[in-house]
């Protein structure tokens, strides 16, 4: 029902920087936890980073020290920060929505385009 729409993606070397938006259609982040994740060819779908309705937030450590999730609430807005890139962050990028069963999170069904990040040596 909600729309997202992950933007900002494009090409950039390494060592560099890129912010992602995530904008939703409403207002649903102080209800819902949201996430980031990429696919690269021949990959499977990873989960880089998430925050909690709280605000809380985790980081895969594949990318922890250089990646930041962040959101502005007013906004609907979720923010992906991704500093020194590396070639191994290219992939395409999607936001979803995250439901909790368990001790796990998982995605909504309907992820959208994403948007590409690439990353050149």
Same mark, same amino acid.
């Given at each position: ?25 409403? !207002? ?12 690269? #060819? ?41 500093? !020194?890139?590396? #070639? ?18 998982? #995605? ?14």
């Amino acid at each position: 029902q909600v729309q997202l729409v992950a933007s900002g993606g494009g090409l950039v070397q390494a060592g560099g920087s890129l912010r992602l938006s995530c904008a939703a259609s409403k !207002s649903i982040l102080n209800s819902d936890a949201m996430g980031w994740y990429r696919q690269a #060819p021949g990959k499977q779908r990873e989960l880089v980073a998430l925050m909690t309705s709280g605000g809380g937030t985790s980081i895969a450590d594949s990318v922890k020290g250089r990646f930041t999730i962040s959101r502005d609430i007013a906004k609907n807005t979720v923010y992906l920060q991704m500093n !020194s890139l590396k #070639p191994e962050d290219t992939a395409v990028y999607y936001c979803n929505r995250l439901t909790r069963h368990g001790a796990a999170y998982y #995605p909504g069904d309907y992820w959208g385009q994403g948007t590409q990040v690439t990353v050149s040596s």
